[in-house]
């Protein structure tokens, strides 16, 4: 480093080595300078900031005889080791206090039910190691250009051929957009469906979902629901001619959406013009009892059907490859656009995911999670099943979440409160509510993929006991 960015007052009654020191010193305390930093060396610094040499070996001095820095012969300063040290008495006061209740949350909380991990260890690092090779060694002068703004074709195709396999989807690569998650992909879908648009979305739901549409423009209307899902009637009310549903596993509230319902959906959008059903296929991969029931996009005939999906969940969310399936007419509509956005996912990760799903790697990887998950979820259910008396579980069977409801009367923040107590950190529905006058809560949510069953078997036994009222 020979360069360090402090302004000097030369007009202050503060000496400037004293300015140079304080500035260090306050650096290192708030972290942005932290241990084994190299700073300039004095003669650098002092060319930098015009200043003389006396003045930064002054300050350097000075902060060396506090433990700030030291001086290693041959090499230069360096930040000091200062492990356990917690400077507090300049931090604004608002911001100490949070970070002590940051530290005191991650001290407590030895076992996390966290919603959006996945299982520690199952990321196929040999065979996307192998793949990677592969991808590179082929690839020529034009595999480095800018591709298809829609994603290649590889991995489109690809993708449709597993949708249609594995999930009935009815489409052609044509129909498909890659894209770097579904926050993307649900921006770029406000861009083709025009703004000043009302959307639809369950009262309880994805809030990402919930926001991305906040930030495109769209209003949102809160639907009602039930134990089938959307409530088609209140739909109706509403106005809106777009509903965002999550039919196969539905967030956060874990029912499945039955055949007769997603008839009704359909109908729905078949009434008026340019009415479209976006359907997150949110965790269609896991289910563990019963036959997988269709998409929805594979009951459409007339065009109505967005379908999106990720393969965050079921890889890992750091892959960050989604797809959407747009109708014809959608689809013809953004091709028309005079510029599209560039593809958001490398063409890298693109022929490396695409080989992964040809060639067979994909469908043995998932064979391979169900296992390890329905293991987790039947250890989680043996144990509800000794919580009779305390809570009803729903949600069981697919994903890997479930919701629990008490019937002993503690409320949801109880419930967050109590787990927290015995260091387990368990999510409240309320989090993911969009209806304006929302009810009191009794249901809590447990995520487990993260989790190792050593860790889930201890931390049932102790939710039991710090919830038995």
């Not at 350097?60 to 012969?73: F, M």
């Not at 996945?118 to 690092?125: C, E, H, R």
């Not at 015995?422 to 409240?428: E, L, M, N, R, S």
């Amino acid at each position: 480093m020979n360069e360090l960015m402090i302004f000097i007052d030369k007009e202050s009654k503060i000496p400037i080595y004293q300015q140079i020191y304080e500035f260090i010193k306050k650096e290192i305390e708030k972290e942005q300078l932290r241990p084994g930093d190299k700073l300039p060396s004095s003669r650098a610094l002092s060319r930098y900031l015009s200043v003389s040499r006396s003045t930064t070996d002054l300050a350097y001095d000075q902060l060396t005889s506090e433990g700030y820095i030291e001086a290693i012969p041959c090499k230069g300063y360096y930040i000091s080791q200062l492990e356990g040290i917690y400077f507090t008495e300049n931090m604004p006061k608002e911001q100490s206090e949070e970070n002590a209740v940051i530290r005191q949350c991650e001290e407590k909380c030895q076992y996390d039910f966290a919603l959006n991990d996945i299982a520690v260890g199952s990321f196929p690092y040999n065979i996307w190691q192998k793949l990677s090779k592969q991808v590179l060694a082929d690839a020529d002068e034009d595999f480095f250009q800018l591709g298809n703004p829609c994603g290649e074709d590889g991995i489109r195709q690809a993708v449709a051929e597993y949708l249609y396999r594995s999930r009935g989807v009815k489409c052609g690569k044509e129909q498909i957009i890659i894209g770097a998650g579904n926050d993307y992909l649900l921006m770029l879908l406000g861009i083709i469906l025009g703004s000043e648009q009302t959307v639809a979305m369950e009262e309880a739901t994805y809030v990402s979902a919930y926001y991305d549409f906040r930030h495109i423009g769209y209003e949102v209307q809160a639907v009602r629901q039930d134990e089938q899902g959307l409530d088609i009637r209140d739909l109706e009310e509403k106005g809106a001619k777009i509903v965002y549903v999550m039919p196969s596993h539905q967030f956060p509230m874990g029912m499945i959406m039955p055949l007769k319902r997603r008839m009704a959906l359909l109908s729905w959008a078949e009434k008026s013009e340019n009415c479209y059903i976006i359907e997150d296929d949110y965790d269609s991969e896991f289910r563990y009892k019963g036959q997988p029931i269709p998409s929805l996009q594979g009951f459409d005939r007339n065009g109505n059907v967005i379908y999106m999906g990720t393969f965050s969940k079921s890889v890992a969310p750091s892959i960050r490859v989604s797809y959407m399936v747009l109708p014809e007419k959608l689809m013809k509509k953004y091709l028309q656009e005079k510029y599209q956005l560039s593809v958001t996912v490398s063409k890298t990760d693109q022929k490396i995911l695409e080989l992964f799903l040809k060639e067979g790697y994909y469908e043995k990887h998932l064979n391979r999670m169900r296992k390890i998950y329905k293991s987790k979820h039947d250890l989680i259910v043996k144990h509800l099943k000794e919580m009779q008396e305390i809570c009803v579980y729903h949600g069981e069977n697919a994903g890997v979440h479930f919701i629990l409801e008490f019937i002993n009367g503690l409320t949801e923040q109880e419930a967050i409160d109590r787990a927290k107590s015995a260091g387990i950190q368990v999510y409240g529905v309320s989090e993911y509510w969009i209806a304006p006058n929302q009810e009191k809560q009794n249901k809590v949510l447990l995520g487990y993929a993260g989790m190792e069953e050593q860790e889930i078997e201890e931390a049932m036994k102790l939710l039991k006991k710090v919830w038995c009222k």
